[in-house]
């Protein structure tokens, strides 16, 4: 029997992660989001992995308090050590009848300790604080302790927002310090650009003479992104591609291994378990793991781990041998494998491109013609990697039911490189969820419910395209 690609509960959702590494093991604590009305309290959980592909469900890592406690929900935070050995854990505490000035339930930072290894927690109240005069009192949450050794001190970071200023444009990471991780001074903002509602979930890390800024943004696109600089005080830039993954991966945080760093975030579950409902918040985890490219840019994709536990291969039937040109100057065609593929598998196509193709790419759970499918589309002309599926709503008799002028899901495109030449393209399905990746640089997740089976194939639109490698495998005889 195989085991799931992506770590969910059985009896929940998976929220914010908060990972956290430790001889060699990742703790993945986790908003354990229960979607029942009344809503309960929120705790962390807590799920361990030593190989990326195997996960270990420890269940209530930190309990939320009571319905009187200022952390009836216990939200995102983090993790760190101490020298002494003493574990520190910051959160988010919130109890929906603890309300501020303005008549918002108050977002407040918590401590608890440990010192038998994270095994248990002691809470500590009396060193609870909120957000000072010029922020808001309901968004001072999510908050990442890092330590910065050239400066002597450690610094908390918290997504937070002004009191003033554009309604959409308060956003902020504020910041405080301490020396012992006990006592907590405010001071300037680390990041202020007032450009985004807020940014959720911060994280800062130094790699490789680089260090680099993540954050949600709770805003236009509900995406994660990075910043770079030469120092923890900044100045950030942005660089060319800031995003790590699309809408549907959120929330990531990040975590160090033998000198390989590692994104842990949620894909997102769409109401009512369709490709047309609205996304939801908390979903299954995913990791995707960072490269860092020669400029200091980050590459994200799958972990080395996941793809080799895909180790047995799938005949693809195909009606022609590898290489596959597929030469259509001014017209479309595929090849489809002859037989449906099992609900979950690694697929990889390298495709050369000719200068001025218009699009090529993956057909999942396809249809024998093709016709019906999703589709993984690399537009070079375009510089981009789309997410679609045709149909795409329910056909009819009529000229309009056709869905012709309905746009593939605009939250799902990722830009990168498409120049002419050869190209990966690289995709885990399991079950309802996918995640693709272009050329160990480029990152698309989503969720695929209409279509529950079918086969895959590859295809090209107005251009050359030669497959010169295509190959499907699973993990066992599933």
Partial sequence: MSYPVFFQPADAWVGDLIPFQKDGEFWLFYLHEVR???KPGTAWNLVTTKDLTQFQDHGVALPHGTTEDLDFNCYTGSVVADDSGVHHLFYTGQNPGNLGTD??????????????????WVKHPELTFGAPDGYESADWRDPFVFGDEAAGLWRMLLAARHSDGPERRRGVIAQCVSTDLMTWEHTDPFWDPRRYITHECPDVFEWGGWWYMVYSEFSETFTTRYRMAKSPTGPWTVP???SIDG????ASKTAERDGRRFFFGWIASKEGNRDDGAWQWAGTMSVLEARQNPDGTLAFGLADELVDSFWDGIPLELESPLPIRLDVPDSYSAAVAAHDLPTQFYAKAVLDIQPGTTECGLLLRSSPDGDHSYVLRLEPKRGRLVFDRWPRTITGEAQWHVSGDVPYAVELERPCDLSPGSHTLEVVVDGDLCVAVVDRQVALSTRIYDLPAGGIGVFAGEGTVTVTDFEVRKRTDN
């Fill in 36 to 38: 029942a009305d009344p």
């Fill in 103 to 120: 008549g918002l339930p108050l977002q407040l930072v918590m401590h608890a300790t440990s010192t038998d290894g994270m095994n248990t």
């Fill in 240 to 242: 060319d591609l800031d």
């Fill in 247 to 250: 809408r549907a991966f959120y």
